[in-house]
């Protein structure tokens, strides 16, 4: 298969384009600032249609991961950047599979687990999850991140309405771990490794995850599978509390001390490197509904296994 990865330069896509290269499969990831890479990097600017239309016409899969990095503060600025470099991108992509004399079969859409509510008590799945933006306790940041996140689905449903031929999934992901350095685990990982890998807040907030080799699997599993349309969380099905989370990555990594952070210390830090609390404090309760249901399995469905396999993975590359 070709398969095009349009903002496929950061952790999530080189993720991807790894195993999909590794399969056999020719990839081109489509970057703003393109560099050598293992795959064919192609430009394009994420804004208007280009020469790079072509990489899209005869391809089977487009994988559109575009948008700003989330891992900045919401200033009035970067909220328009976050809006705006997910919005136009995809409708872009809109255009340029519409343009396209052969299109590809799938279109494969990034969106966010966060677009569901801050609860503690009941699951999310597609069906029966609440959206979020109406909750009393939640920080503006929040309701902004659900904004971004609805009209980011709205840009590839109204996309996807005026398309033939080509199925649009919306991948509702949550926090790949992977070994990589960088990434979300790396960062976690960090945390326990000096000392400060005890509860964050209260730490009742639920996280939402998915191993990175389930990650790639899943997403293999919906471009196979031609009755997965619309809505698909990817995540796994065992959720769990910050406290208890942290609680068994601390003894996959064999740390005996782990610090708590109260939630007035996480605002400090977060405000000290320019970023947001909203990854730390938000609970996500989000499950693999429509995954489920469809027949596929998970092979690390539970955080104390994923963990282990994640802190051996991460050493070997340390060695």
């Not at 976050?82 to 872009?92: A, G, I």
Request: glycine residues 10%; proline residues 6%; contains cysteine.
């Amino acid at each position: 298969m070709k398969i095009v990865i349009p903002g496929g330069s950061g952790q999530v896509g080189s993720i991807l384009a790894r195993a999909f290269q590794a399969r056999g499969d020719e990839v081109v990831v489509l970057s703003r600032s393109p560099e050598p890479a293992p795959w064919r990097v192609a430009a394009w600017n994420g804004v208007s249609t280009g020469p790079w239309m072509a990489e899209l016409d005869g391809a089977d899969v487009v994988i559109n991961l575009a948008g700003r990095s989330v891992n900045c503060r919401y200033t009035p600025a970067r909220r328009r950047e976050l809006l705006e470099s997910r919005v136009r991108s995809t409708r872009v992509i809109g255009e340029a599979i519409a343009a396209a004399r052969r299109p590809p079969k799938v279109w494969l859409q990034a969106s966010t687990a966060t677009i569901y509510a801050h609860q503690y008590d009941s699951p999310n799945d597609e069906r029966t999850g609440r959206i979020g933006g109406a909750e009393v306790d939640a920080p503006d940041a929040w309701r902004f991140s659900i904004e971004v996140a609805r009209a980011w689905e709205q840009a590839a449903t109204e996309s996807a309405a005026t398309l033939t031929g080509t199925r649009m999934v919306l991948l509702r992901s949550a926090m790949v771990m992977s070994p990589d350095r960088g990434g979300v685990f790396d960062a976690f990982l960090r945390l326990v490794r000096w000392g400060l890998g005890g509860a964050q807040g209260d730490g009742r907030q639920f996280v939402s995850w998915i191993h990175d080799r389930d990650f790639v699997r899943a997403v293999g599993w919906i471009i196979a599978h031609e009755e997965l349309a619309g809505p698909v969380n990817v995540a796994s099905p065992g959720p769990l509390p910050n406290a208890e989370f942290l609680g068994l990555l601390r003894r996959a990594w064999g740390a005996r001390l782990g610090l708590p952070t109260p939630r007035v210390l996480l605002e400090l830090g977060a405000w000290l490197v320019r970023t947001e609390t909203e990854l730390l404090l938000k609970s996500r309760r989000v499950t693999p509904g429509r995954l489920s249901e469809s027949g596929f399995e998970f092979e690390f469905s539970e955080w104390s296994t994923a963990a282990a396999d994640l802190c051996r993975r991460w050493r070997g590359n340390t060695e």
